[in-house]
């Protein structure tokens, strides 16, 4: 068992451990893994700001969030111990939060809940409906042996002996009724096995062994003036035991309840003596992941592949606004997002306004799902090479149709893993364009994640006809609401890496001619502009363009402050913001629609010469 990754350099044998901060080191330095992350579903883990030393954490098979406050840390003769209570917060809208108690339920609909899970080290008393049990983690004293124990009971069970009423006389709980029946030992459980194959992985050694005791528990009763008392209701308190290290040591660090009425031992090799949820769990084999590697049952989580995200949406729905939050997600963690870039036109403009722009590759003068078919892979090929991200995003231009560009995707397996086709709405304009356009409704039936962008823009109603047209078009993808693009990226993507394998991820593609945007007449056409504008002028030709004219962008000196700003617009409106940073190029505005009347454009570049 080897200690070096979790314990200080240089340490005395003699000196007290932290053991809570033992466990994070374990989950810290396992993490450092995607593999192991991939095979145990872990999400990740946050410090608690306030109060006792606590925890938080997230696992792939839950949506809610769990919790580790340490209780206790202590040394004594047999060896370093922690008492570490084991929370679990369920999302707002999770099933399991209807069998919790009023006071959970009451917790979770406060607009403070998130940031109270955060902190709820700090405020146990909160927290106390949220407890599924404590954790014992011990490090023998001759540090030749590692335990880990869940004690919980299977179910917390709460009754209600004179039911629980609202003011006017309407029944919230019958008499006699439970007010909470949660599987509170299978909850923690999903969290220690996690744990445990940390520790295994950690400590490079192979879980030796495997205990659990079984002892009646009781259910809590209490009656209208609060006063609780104990009941049999075949409540059972499991004690689960994960061993490391040498066996005798190990064995003298459990301690069984005083009195139980069954007891299991097992090892590594008596699987099939063991609950099946233990036998099966990656405690037992996390030790060593490279074993693993010719498994093909395991392949999923030796994918290195970046994750492919086809970013579509239509002229001016928000993605270069989405996209820099991506980057601002990935970039917290260390983590480098690679972008393939197409703009309609010769001159790109989002890629000037995207963070870390040496990992873009632009492919412009053309539209990838048409003209510039067969690029993507070169494209995914040179970045790759460069740069080894995480992840590539291929922004397509608002005009492309992923339907045409399926074929290449499939083809791209060997070089990424395709996770998500994710197109964004401009709420305002969505139902005109939805009614008008086949490239609008294609890019709503090839998502598997919508983002209904803008909704400040538009009222409730406007928003609940337009959720049933996207409904209508595609009822498999996710749909979700946001302002100004911003959504939480790991809500969307962070999911299970096992189903990127699955073929029947990509859509599939009907057996007729899909549209483009040359099929539908759109057109671009670029102006120049050698000096700054007056930002007067600018603004008169942007409220005279006429309807024809979709959408319109680009980077332009303005004369009152000798700075060049992006000029933004989408269907009659318009926004100017700095583009922080130099720009040695001509200055340049691209226009995009149908059957386009110009002339104000024209008039305006042709003031310059």
């Known amino acids: 068992m080897n200690l070096s990754a979790i314990l200080p350099v240089q340490r005395r044998k003699d000196h007290p451990v932290n053991m809570p901060d033992l466990l994070m080191n374990c989950v810290l330095a396992a993490s450092q893994h995607d593999t192991f992350k991939r095979l145990v ?57 209807e069998t919790m108690s009023l006071a959970a339920n009451h917790a979770a609909v406060q607009d403070d809940y998130l940031d109270s899970v955060r902190t709820f080290s700090g405020n146990r008393g909160w927290a106390a409906p949220f407890r599924m049990g404590t954790l014992k983690f011990t490090l023998a004293a001759d540090e030749s042996a590692l335990t880990l124990t869940l004690v919980a009971d299977d179910r917390r069970l709460s009754i209600a002996q004179d039911g629980v009423a609202t003011q006017d006389g309407q029944w919230v709980i019958q008499p006699g009724q439970a007010e909470e029946d949660i599987p509170a030992r299978a909850i923690a459980m999903e969290l220690t096995k996690a744990l445990a194959a940390a ?5 490079e050694a192979p879980t ?9 528990g009781q259910a809590v009763c209490y009656n209208a003036q609060g006063k609780q008392s104990f ?12 061993a490391w290290g040498e066996g005798n040591a190990a064995r003298g660090l459990v301690s069984p309840p005083s009195s139980f009425a069954a007891h299991l031992s097992c090892g590594p090799e008596d699987t099939a003596h063991m609950p099946g ?20 049952t395991y392949a999923y989580a030796f994918d290195d592949r970046p994750g492919l995200i086809v970013l579509s949406g239509f002229l001016g729905s928000g993605k270069t606004t989405f996209l820099n939050q991506l980057l601002e997600y990935h970039a917290s963690r260390d983590e480098l997002v690679a972008i393939i870039q197409n703009e309609v036109g010769q001159t790109g403009v989002d890629g000037k306004l995207l963070e870390g722009d040496e990992s873009i590759v632009e492919l412009d003068e053309g539209c990838v799902c048409c003209t510039l078919a067969g690029s993507i892979s070169r494209g995914v090929e040179q970045l790759r090479a460069r740069f080894n991200p995480k992840v590539i995003v291929l922004e397509t231009t608002g005009l492309a149709n992923p339907f045409n560009i399926l074929g290449e995707l499939d083809k791209l397996r060997p070089l990424a893993r395709l996770d998500s086709i994710t197109t964004l709405v401009d709420a305002a304009n969505a139902l005109d364009l939805l009614s008008e356009s086949d490239i609008a409704r294609n890019q709503i039936e090839a ?8 909704c400040d823009l538009v009222s409730e109603d406007h928003l609940e006809t337009l959720g049933k047209t996207l409904r209508s078009l595609n009822k498999r993808a996710a749909l979700v609401q946001t302002e100004h693009g911003a959504v939480n990226p790991g809500i969307l993507y962070d999911t299970d890496t096992l189903k990127q394998s699955i073929p029947g991820l990509l859509p599939s593609v009907p057996q007729k001619p899909h549209h483009d945007h040359t099929m539908e007449g759109y057109t671009s056409r670029r102006f120049a502009f050698s000096n700054p ?22 980077i332009v000196g303005i004369s009152d402050t000798n700075e060049a700003e992006v000029v933004q617009y989408v269907a009659g409106r318009y926004e100017f913001s700095r583009l922080g940073n130099d720009f ?13 009347n110009l002339s104000t454009l024209e008039n305006l570049a042709g003031a310059q010469s």
């Not at 949820?277 to 093909?296: C, F, G, S, V, Y």
Request: glycine share 8%; charged share 25%.
């Open 277 to 296: 949820d233990i036998a099966e769990a990656m405690l037992w084999k996390t030790h060593d992941l490279m074993a693993l590697n010719n498994d093909d």
């Open 41 to 97: 579903g872990w999400k990740g883990m946050s410090v608690c700001a306030r109060g006792l030393q606590g925890w938080t954490a997230k696992l792939k098979t839950r949506p809610g969030v769990y919790g580790l406050c340490t209780a206790q840390n202590h040394k004594d003769e047999s060896g370093h111990h922690a008492d570490i209570g084991l929370y679990y917060f369920p999302s707002p809208d999770e099933e399991l939060l």
């Open 199 to 203: 520790v295994a992985n950690s400590v």
């Open 533 to 554: 504008l007056s930002r007067e002028d600018l603004i008169r030709t942007l409220k005279h363009l006429p309807p024809e004219v979709f959408r319109l962008k680009g």
């Open 447 to 454: 998502a598997d994640i919508v983002l209904l962008n803008k």
């Open 208 to 216: 030796i062994r495997y205990d659990q005791w079984q002892a009646a």
């Open 231 to 242: 009941i049999d209701r075949g409540i059972t308190t499991v004690t689960d035991s994960f």
């Open 584 to 596: 040695d190029d001509d200055y340049f505005l691209v226009a995009i629609g149908r059957d386009m």
